[in-house]
T-cell receptor
């Protein structure tokens, strides 16, 4: 158990819909990262927050947005969903701001868009 | 684009044999990390090697880093069925601009 909690574990929705994925980092970790894993693209870094502030942005689509709340949990919002958004979405946390140390991953949220 | 590329894409060996996976990257790094992922599960950190280190051990794991060749290898000795998983290298290029950049992984199957 990494200490990172992601909900929901599975989500099935239709194209055009909007979903919110939630992540609670390990106790004491200030950084939260979001990754998308698909068969064709592998693990893609989406976005990172550190202590409530956006710190780094990767291959995140404009239809996607995220935020980190004062209690340090984070949410990833995916809107106008397309079939290609079907993937496993991981949240990871770390103590430090950058990627200088290990990341602790949650078990992921599997999104299926029909 | 993917900056950490593992080789081979898949590897099947007998239990008890050693497994070697390689990782190549294109830009300079602060550190390189290896992670394991069991099917459909979250990634688990295995080992981190810094750019000024050449070799690191952790239990049955041995990681080497050659910054001149921009490559790293992960050796798992005396493999067990429980080692069956996908293994990813991830590079930290510093500055946190990309988070950790992962390769597409090596799928390792240990035959009992």
């Amino acid at each position: 158990d990494s200490g990172v909690t992601q909900t929901p574990k599975h989500l099935i929705t239709a194209t055009g819909q909007r979903v919110t994925l939630r992540c609670s980092p390990r106790s004491g970790d200030l950084s939260v990262y979001w990754y998308q894993q698909s068969l064709d693209q592998g693990l893609q870094f989406l976005i990172q927050y550190y202590n409530g502030e956006e710190r780094a942005k990767g291959n995140i689509l404009e239809r996607f947005s995220a935020q980190q709340f004062p209690d340090l949990h984070s949410e990833l919002n995916l809107s106008s969903l397309e079939l290609g958004d079907s993937a496993l979405y991981f949240c990871a946390s770390s103590v430090v701001a950058g990627a200088a140390g290990e990341l602790f991953f949650g078990e992921g949220s599997r999104l299926t868009v029909l | 684009s993917q900056q950490g590329e593992e080789d081979p894409q898949a590897l099947s060996i007998q239990e008890g044999e050693n497994a070697t996976m390689n990782c190549s990257y294109k830009t300079s790094i602060n550190n390189l990390q290896w992670y394991r992922q069991n099917s459909g599960r979250g990634l688990v950190h295995l080992i981190l090697i810094r750019s000024n280190e050449r070799e690191k051990h952790s239990g049955r794991l041995r990681v080497t880093l050659d910054t001149s060749k921009k490559s790293s290898s992960l050796l798992i000795t005396a493999s067990r069925a429980a080692d069956t998983a996908s293994y990813f290298c991830a590079r930290d290029s510093g500055g946190g601009a990309d988070g950790l950049t992962f390769g597409k992984g090596t799928h390792l199957i240990i035959q009992p």
